[in-house]
């Protein structure tokens, strides 16, 4: 026997599932906006009193030693008032307001914390929302109450007006008469209540958008904490940039001190010998002279391998693009170069020298450990970025480790608020991609 299963279409025309799930969101809006507009009036009527009242004691008090802590007091009261704001602002729904900038209070001294308490910011945007919150509160009060008593009363009209004694009818003249309307008082109330309920929705979340749109004016700082973090990355980079522009000079004097000086110190050697025996023993002299001439061609290799960190000529006087195709001419690795500059305006120098480095550090890498066949270098414009993106098809397994160069290049690279990335899995290939801010 075979068991079938039918499944059967949903009741109801097509679309009508839509169309609950819309009312229901319609009348669940409208709840949470009047929710919160009604929540307003008490809210703000309560801080304008105490903020009012409070600032008027503390300036009344201020020439005495209780004026400062009664102005602290005021102030926490109005933190307060402004956290229950950022919170109630949950009601419609929305994301909560990110608390302010308050200052911890340092130090032991009463006064010091005191005085660290007045002279913070947000204290006074609360205090001040306090304030001018409350016009606002008595308005949006009187409108929202004033809406909803005319759809209920429109609505409900009919029902109740049998039981409530309006006196006679001579001596009360009903709204269709006040109008020189010729119909009926009930008919009059519900296409009141109908006009009424039309513009419920739009009039109550206009006042709720009006209390939000204070609060997060003048109680939301999450834009200043983006501005402050961003500052101490900043400054995390620049310190770590000076550290390592610090370190390289180190590295270079001692550099030049254990190679360089120290052979031309030989060569000097070298040559007050052959000078010596120039005439008592040509021969020796020969010798010597040809030891100092290795000597100067071992310094000068030196010399050059140390200039890799100093900006060359060329970058200043000719630019990034025939800097970087010069170097990829000296690059003991094939490297095939694609500079896409643009016709945009020109990189500033921190910029061109950055990408510079970061293109000759990559390239000595691949020279020393990648045992790389082929090198790809590409330089372009991506927006309002400089991209330096160098591709080797070596053996991988380059990290990024401090004290090292590619340590030393994050530093530089992120110091003009930029990035570096390195991928180099074991067997390669290894890409190494600079993103370097450039907008003018």
């Not at 679309?15 to 009036?41: A, I, K, M, N, T």
């Not at 010729?182 to 209390?211: F, T």
């Not at 501005?227 to 980079?237: G, I, K, N, P, S």
Request: hydrophobic share 45%; net charge negative; proline share 7%.
């Amino acid at each position: 026997m075979t068991e079938m299963h039918v499944r059967m279409p949903p009741a109801g025309p097509p679309g009508h599932h839509d169309e609950d799930e819309r009312c229901v969101g319609w009348f669940e809006g409208l709840g949470r906006d009047s929710v919160y507009v009604f929540l307003q009036f008490p809210l703000t009527l309560a801080s304008f009193v105490a903020m009012v009242t409070g600032l008027a004691l503390s300036a009344g008090l201020i020439v005495l030693v209780v004026g400062l802590p009664v102005l602290v007091i005021v102030l926490g009261l109005a933190r307060v008032f402004a956290t229950l704001q950022r919170e109630v602002v949950t009601i419609r729904g929305h994301q909560r307001i990110e608390p302010g900038l308050y200052r911890r209070p340092e130090g032991t001294s009463a006064w010091r914390r005191w005085l660290l308490a007045v002279r913070t910011p947000q204290p006074w945007l609360d205090a001040l929302h306090g304030v001018v919150s409350f016009p606002l509160g008595v308005a949006t009060f009187v409108v929202a109450t004033t809406m909803w008593a005319v759809v209920l009363n429109g609505f409900t009209f009919w029902f109740w007006q049998g039981f409530v004694d309006f006196g006679p009818p001579e001596e009360n003249t009903t709204l269709p008469e006040l109008l020189n309307w010729d119909i009926p008082e009930a008919v009059l109330y519900l296409l009141m209540g109908l006009v009424g309920l039309a513009l419920l929705r739009p009039v109550i979340q206009l006042c709720a958008a009006m209390h939000e749109g204070l609060a997060r004016l003048l109680l939301d700082n999450s834009r200043v904490r983006e501005l402050e973090e961003r500052v101490r990355q900043l400054d995390t980079a620049r310190s770590a940039a000076a550290q390592a522009e610090v370190a390289s000079l180190r590295r270079l004097e001692r550099d030049l001190h254990d190679g360089p000086q120290q052979r031309l110190v030989r060569l000097g050697m070298d040559l007050a010998v052959a000078e010596r025996r120039l005439e008592s023993s040509p021969e020796s002299a020969r010798e010597a002279i040809a030891e100092a001439r290795r000597q100067a061609a071992e310094t000068l290799e030196e010399l050059r391998a140390l200039s890799r960190g100093i900006a060359p000529p060329i970058l200043a006087d000719r630019g990034l693009e025939p800097a970087l195709t010069a170097m990829a001419a000296r690059s003991p690795v094939p490297t095939e170069v694609d500079v896409r500059l643009g016709s945009d305006s020109p990189l500033d120098e921190p910029v061109e020298t950055a990408a510079y480095f970061v293109a000759s550090e990559a390239l000595a890498n691949v020279a020393k450990h990648a045992q790389a066949t082929r090198v790809i270098m590409s330089v372009r414009r991506d927006g309002e970025e400089l991209v330096v993106e160098v591709e080797d098809d070596g053996a991988g397994g380059a990290t990024v480790l401090p004290g090292h160069g590619l340590s030393g290049l994050a530093d530089r690279v992120e110091a003009l608020g930029g990035r570096l990335d390195v991928s180099s899995p074991a067997g390669g290939p290894t890409r190494l991609v600079a993103r370097i801010p450039c907008a003018s």
